[in-house]
């Protein structure tokens, strides 16, 4: 009777201690093993054991004799479905099989068999199976990867087993990948098993997740192989690359250089591999030690529905690969959640183009990572891996760029973007497919130097997202390569964006309902589109228009401009700011002919030009020949002209440097002109405040491009321009820009020469609304000043609906010439 109680007693603290972990627990017909005559003395116990296990009467037996050590069994131990339970400092050892065992111990932390011990149809009482019970130490100095891979290989062979393999808190060495897989025959198996660690991950800090440290760096950390179900959670798997290298010498670092993991096409170091092998060694010769992994049929098919969540990865070449082999076709459905990336080539990377419905969702990546998302180098990829979505980014501390993406054939979604010092976006392109950027907030890092672009996109349509840089001065412009079938919807930006591929402005991408902002200055640009519309107010902003662009106005001239001109009265009217393609920036071509030699460290240069008169402190400068940023003016002394923030690519030579700027518009004005004088007299307004100010770029025949205002005397009635005017002329119409006013309702038709003709540089629909004595009916009609400033209308485009042509028109010698891009060459514009 004593006995029984002591059991009961025994099986009550034991039942209590596994209440939130366990299925089944022993029943009061579970004895003590010494009470048994099980000895831990060195020999077999399998025949005494299995005798034991006859006795129908018995449910199972405790191993509970305090410090006992290993009881060895050398042959088959049938359990039949009974009850082992370990106590700590007693565990099975010898090179026997246990077969239908529910084998279960007191706690996670101890060890309760040896891996020589084979186990067959095997359960264990408890939710989970831990590492830790077939030996592994967690103390960061032991090798643990033997009892791991014995874990893994036990519970994948025992599909009865429960699913869960538990890793305790603490540091597992490992001098070997951990390889998750079945070998069935001769080919690999599907299996599935859930990997979880002892405390998820909280925060990116987080140190208590149980820590899987390689101890080498020329093969992956975890290798996930043809698993169909499962995931992996709440791990930390730590490489061996570390950094402290400071922050601008990170981001002109090499790809190939920045760490000394394996970083080959087929096989890079990684922390988690998805489907690292298929039937034979890929071209760059696969993972050293491995080839005995390569094996079996050649098949396409691979791993599915694996989930990687809440693990911090960091340290190794690709922190997480999804099937970089170069066979394998799959790798689908598989979720990379809430997880801590750091310290790598590439934070996460995709191998092969079948892997659908894959996402990355949460990532946090804040220290030394060259790349977040690579689709295009490992693997075979052809135009570029399958990704399907990428939700929620919090990028932050030194990342260089967020992806390296092509996709082909397949949408893809990235939304919730967050990044702040950021030194690029990257490549993000699509063929025969789109991409949707929704809710991006990016913050460019503000450094000396500039990458050679902030970003290329093809085919991407983004909604709801800011660019802007990290220190809030909104003075600076980012630039986007290439942009072919780009969109930007409801989108804003320090300063409006410089599209940088002037000899292909086709690829120039549409902005629709976009700002610019500069709350410190209360300057505001609207950047439309399409049948936009912007109505002026009297506030005191100067709106930036982009595309086809309406502007309306229903105050109509006042009192004093109607006595003025001739009492014309304009009730309403529209101004339509209407861009083709060319026309979204300026360019002063040829600035200077000079070398260029930045300071490595401050990024400046400083150059000599004869056409400082048609440059501004903030303007753009680019190399003439590839259309590449050179750098941002930052001051003008006489000739001579600073720039600063120039791009990493730029080096030492020399250079064609061309001006660029994009074009702040604001309302037209009217005045007279004097050759060889930079004074506007008789100025008078066209429509109400808000007038142009100082540093608005004028664009008339009379000027050369790039003229800007640099006073204005409103009682004096005078404007002072940078550039003396090359004709003289009265009644002239200004407006920094290209505009096409269409004016309506005028009591008396408008007189041929009238101040309320504008669209003097291009455009031709509005001429016949605006005056109807004109008897203009095809598009190409262009009506200019001539030197002697009377308006004519025997001018004509040749082909201007086939022509990309920048609206950069000059006066030589009395000669009107606008400049043709594609022949690179002006032209007279009286030629037919």
């Given at each position: 009777?004593?006995?029984i109680l002591t059991l009961l007693i025994i099986l009550g603290v034991h039942t209590l201690a596994f209440a939130h972990c366990?299925?089944?627990?022993?029943?009061?017909?579970?004895?003590?093993?010494?009470?048994?005559?099980?000895?831990?003395?060195?020999?077999?116990?399998?025949?005494?054991?299995?005798?034991?296990?006859?006795?129908?009467?018995?449910?199972?037996?405790?191993?509970d004799n305090p410090g006992a050590g290993p009881i060895k069994i050398e042959g088959k131990l049938n359990a039949r479905g009974?009850?082992?339970?370990?106590?700590?400092?007693?565990?099975?050892?010898?090179?026997?099989?246990?077969?239908?065992?529910?084998?279960?111990?007191?706690?996670?932390?101890?060890?309760?068999?040896?891996?020589?011990?084979?186990?067959?149809?095997?359960?264990?009482?408890?939710?989970?199976?831990?590492?830790?019970?077939?030996?592994?130490?967690?103390?960061?100095?032991?090798?643990?990867?033997?009892?791991?891979?014995?874990?893994?290989?036990?519970?994948?062979?025992?599909?009865?087993?429960?699913?869960?393999?538990?890793?305790?808190?603490?540091?597992?060495?490992?001098?070997?990948?951990?390889?998750?897989?079945?070998w069935v025959g001769s080919r690999y198996g599907q299996w599935n098993l859930n990997i979880i660690g002892e405390e998820e991950?909280?925060?990116?800090?987080?140190?208590?997740?149980?820590?899987?440290?390689?101890?080498?760096?020329?093969?992956?950390?975890?290798?996930?192989?043809?698993?169909?179900?499962?995931?992996?959670?709440?791990?930390?798997?730590?490489?061996?690359?570390?950094?402290?290298?400071?922050?601008?010498?990170?981001?002109?670092?090499?790809?190939?250089?920045?760490?000394?993991?394996?970083?080959?096409?087929?096989?890079?170091?990684?922390?988690?591999?998805?489907?690292?092998?298929?039937?034979?060694?890929?071209?760059?010769?696969?993972?050293?030690?491995?080839?005995?992994?390569?094996?079996?049929?050649?098949?396409?098919?691979?791993?599915?529905?694996?989930?990687?969540?809440?693990?911090?990865?960091?340290?190794?070449?690709?922190?997480?690969?999804?099937?970089?082999?170069?066979?394998?076709?799959?790798?689908?459905?598989?979720?990379?959640?809430?997880?801590?990336?750091?310290?790598?080539?590439?934070?996460?990377?995709?191998?092969?183009?079948?892997?659908?419905?894959?996402?990355?969702?949460?990532?946090?990546?804040?220290?030394?990572?060259?790349?977040?998302?690579?689709?295009?180098?490992?693997?075979?990829?052809?135009?570029?891996?399958?990704?399907?979505?990428?939700?929620?980014?919090?990028?932050?501390?030194?990342?260089?760029?967020?992806?390296?993406?092509?996709?082909?054939?397949?949408?893809?979604?990235?939304?919730?973007?967050?990044?702040?010092?950021?030194?690029?976006?990257?490549?993000?392109?699509?063929?025969?497919?789109?991409?949707?950027?929704?809710?991006?907030?990016?913050?460019?890092?503000?450094?000396?130097?500039?990458?050679?672009?902030?970003?290329?996109?093809?085919?991407?349509?983004?909604?709801?997202?800011?660019?802007?840089?990290?220190?809030?001065?909104?003075?600076?412009?980012?630039?986007?390569?290439?942009?072919?079938?780009?969109?930007?919807?409801?989108?804003?930006?320090?300063?409006?964006?410089?599209?940088?591929?002037?000899?292909?402005?086709?690829?120039?991408?549409?902005?629709?309902?976009?700002?610019?902002?500069?709350?410190?200055?209360?300057?505001?640009?609207?950047?439309?589109?399409?049948?936009?519309?912007?109505?002026?107010?009297?506030?005191?902003?100067?709106?930036?228009?982009?595309?086809?662009?309406?502007?309306?106005?229903?105050?109509?001239?006042?009192?004093?401009?109607?006595?003025?001109?001739?009492?014309?009265?304009?009730?309403?009217?529209?101004?339509?700011?209407?861009?083709?393609?060319?026309?979204?920036?300026?360019?002063?071509?040829?600035?200077?002919?000079?070398?260029?030699?930045?300071?490595?460290?401050?990024?400046?240069?400083?150059?000599?030009?004869?056409?400082?008169?048609?440059?501004?402190?903030?303007?753009?400068?680019?190399?003439?020949?590839?259309?590449?940023?050179?750098?941002?003016?930052?001051?003008?002394?006489?000739?001579?002209?600073?720039?600063?923030?120039?791009?990493?690519?730029?080096?030492?030579?020399?250079?064609?440097?061309?001006?660029?700027?994009?074009?702040?518009?604001?309302?037209?004005?009217?005045?007279?002109?004097?050759?060889?004088?930079?004074?506007?007299?008789?100025?008078?307004?066209?429509?109400?405040?808000?007038?142009?100010?100082?540093?608005?770029?004028?664009?008339?025949?009379?000027?050369?491009?790039?003229?800007?205002?640099?006073?204005?005397?409103?009682?004096?009635?005078?404007?002072?321009?940078?550039?003396?005017?090359?004709?003289?002329?009265?009644?002239?119409?200004?407006?920094?820009?290209?505009?096409?006013?269409?004016?309506?309702?005028?009591?008396?038709?408008?007189?041929?020469?009238?101040?309320?003709?504008?669209?003097?540089?291009?455009?031709?629909?509005?001429?016949?609304?605006?005056?109807?004595?004109?008897?203009?009916?095809?598009?190409?009609?262009?009506?200019?000043?001539?030197?002697?400033?009377?308006?004519?209308?025997?001018?004509?485009?040749?082909?201007?609906?086939?022509?990309?042509?920048?609206?950069?028109?000059?006066?030589?010698?009395?000669?009107?010439?606008?400049?043709?891009?594609?022949?690179?060459?002006?032209?007279?514009?009286?030629?037919?």
């Open positions: 009777m004593k006995k366990r299925d089944t627990v022993p029943s009061p017909s579970v004895f003590h093993a010494q009470s048994l005559g099980i000895r831990a003395d060195g020999s077999d116990q399998t025949n005494i054991i299995n005798k034991l296990l006859e006795n129908n009467s018995l449910s199972g037996i405790i191993f009974k009850v082992l339970l370990f106590y700590p400092g007693t565990f099975l050892t010898g090179h026997g099989t246990l077969m239908q065992a529910h084998i279960d111990g007191l706690n996670y932390h101890q060890k309760i068999l040896d891996t020589t011990v084979m186990l067959v149809g095997c359960v264990t009482a408890s939710k989970m199976f831990s590492v830790m019970w077939y030996g592994a130490k967690g103390d960061g100095s032991s090798d643990d990867q033997p009892y791991l891979q014995k874990t893994s290989d036990m519970m994948i062979a025992n599909t009865g087993m429960t699913r869960m393999l538990y890793l305790p808190q603490g540091s597992y060495k490992i001098n070997r990948p951990w390889i998750l897989h079945n991950i909280q925060s990116a800090n987080n140190s208590s997740n149980p820590r899987i440290l390689p101890s080498f760096n020329d093969a992956p950390a975890i290798i996930v192989q043809f698993a169909n179900g499962g995931y992996i959670k709440g791990l930390s798997i730590e490489g061996l690359f570390t950094t402290q290298m400071q922050q601008t010498a990170f981001y002109l670092s090499n790809f190939n250089s920045i760490s000394k993991s394996r970083n080959t096409q087929y096989s890079p170091n990684a922390g988690i591999c998805i489907d690292a092998f298929s039937s034979k060694p890929p071209p760059d010769g696969g993972y050293p030690g491995l080839d005995s992994y390569y094996r079996g049929p050649q098949v396409r098919s691979g791993t599915t529905d694996f989930h990687i969540y809440q693990c911090r990865v960091q340290g190794f070449t690709v922190d997480i690969m999804n099937s970089p082999n170069g066979y394998t076709q799959q790798g689908e459905d598989c979720t990379i959640e809430h997880c801590d990336l750091n310290f790598a080539n590439v934070a996460v990377a995709y191998g092969n183009t079948q892997s659908d419905h894959s996402a990355l969702i949460d990532t946090r990546c804040w220290y030394y990572v060259f790349t977040v998302v690579d689709n295009v180098t490992y693997g075979s990829t052809g135009v570029g891996a399958t990704i399907s979505r990428i939700v929620g980014m919090n990028i932050a501390g030194v990342v260089k760029r967020l992806f390296n993406i092509a996709i082909a054939e397949k949408n893809l979604s990235v939304r919730d973007i967050y990044a702040e010092n950021l030194y690029e976006i990257g490549g993000l392109g699509s063929v025969h497919s789109q991409i949707s950027a929704d809710n991006w907030h990016i913050n460019f890092a503000y450094l000396n130097i500039r990458p050679q672009f902030h970003a290329t996109f093809h085919d991407v349509n983004f909604t709801s997202s800011t660019f802007k840089y990290y220190d809030d001065k909104y003075d600076k412009r980012c630039w986007f390569n290439n942009c072919f079938g780009t969109r930007f919807v409801n989108c804003y930006f320090d300063q409006p964006p410089l599209i940088v591929n002037p000899f292909a402005q086709s690829n120039t991408p549409d902005f629709v309902n976009c700002i610019s902002f500069d709350p410190t200055t209360a300057h505001v640009c609207a950047i439309g589109y399409h049948n936009s519309a912007y109505s002026l107010s009297t506030a005191v902003s100067v709106p930036l228009l982009y595309g086809h662009f309406t502007i309306q106005d229903y105050s109509g001239l006042n009192s004093n401009d109607m006595s003025t001109n001739n009492n014309q009265t304009v009730p309403f009217s529209t101004v339509t700011y209407e861009y083709n393609s060319a026309s979204f920036n300026r360019y002063v071509r040829s600035i200077a002919r000079t070398h260029l030699d930045p300071d490595a460290d401050k990024r400046t240069a400083n150059f000599s030009s004869s056409m400082t008169t048609q440059a501004r402190v903030g303007d753009y400068c680019l190399d003439s020949a590839t259309g590449f940023v050179l750098g941002r003016i930052s001051a003008i002394n006489g000739r001579n002209i600073s720039i600063t923030e120039i791009p990493d690519n730029i080096k030492p030579g020399n250079y064609v440097i061309d001006l660029v700027y994009y074009l702040t518009i604001s309302r037209p004005f009217i005045g007279d002109i004097k050759e060889g004088s930079n004074q506007v007299t008789n100025f008078v307004p066209v429509l109400n405040a808000p007038y142009v100010t100082i540093g608005d770029r004028i664009e008339h025949p009379a000027f050369p491009l790039g003229t800007y205002i640099i006073s204005i005397d409103a009682k004096q009635r005078t404007v002072d321009l940078s550039s003396p005017a090359q004709m003289t002329a009265n009644r002239q119409s200004f407006a920094n820009g290209n505009p096409h006013v269409q004016i309506l309702s005028l009591k008396s038709p408008a007189v041929v020469g009238a101040s309320y003709i504008f669209g003097l540089l291009g455009g031709t629909n509005w001429i016949e609304q605006a005056n109807p004595l004109s008897k203009a009916k095809t598009t190409s009609t262009l009506w200019y000043f001539n030197k002697g400033g009377s308006l004519t209308d025997k001018t004509y485009f040749p082909n201007v609906a086939d022509y990309n042509i920048r609206p950069e028109i000059r006066n030589n010698n009395g000669v009107i010439q606008y400049y043709d891009s594609y022949q690179d060459k002006w032209i007279d514009m009286n030629a037919k």
